[in-house]
């Protein structure tokens, strides 16, 4: 096999394992690597929720469409921006744009967005208990 190959070949193991190990890191939403399937992270529910709240029935991993049927309703403001991951090379997960949306009188929800090419995305990754709407950032 010539050099090439080889360097080729080293190469692609070299990205793929990088791609296999890289963690979370953007602190919004990050996950502790030691948080295992079916875990829900320390950090992805904040707050008391308010009485009555419907965002005690929501859990981490919905898809943007039970949201909104569990909630009844659209949210009242909502905004997209690109999380730190967008940069990270060879990143292809889900969660190179977040979407934040604002429930009056609940809080406000964030959601991975998909990948810097639009593809993925709609899954809850948190929530903010805040009655008030002061976690709502545009």
Not at 98 to 117: E, H, P, S
């Amino acid at each position: 096999m010539s050099t090439f190959r080889h360097l080729a070949i080293v190469a692609l193991a070299s990205v793929c394992a990088a791609c296999a190990t890289t963690g979370n890191s953007d602190s919004a939403a990050a996950a502790p690597q030691t948080a295992g399937a079916g875990e829900v992270p320390a950090d992805a529910i904040v707050g008391t929720p308010a009485p009555g709240s419907k965002f005690t029935r929501l859990t981490i991993g919905m898809d943007i469409q039970a949201v909104q049927q569990v909630m009844d309703r659209v949210p009242d403001r909502q905004h997209s921006y690109e999380s730190g991951k967008r940069w990270i090379p060879f990143y292809f997960g889900n969660d190179a744009r977040r979407m934040q949306v604002l429930y009056k009188g609940q809080g406000c929800l964030i959601f991975a967005d998909g990948n810097a090419w639009g593809a993925g995305g709609g899954e809850l990754i948190r929530i903010e208990h805040d009655a008030s709407g002061a976690c709502y950032q545009p």
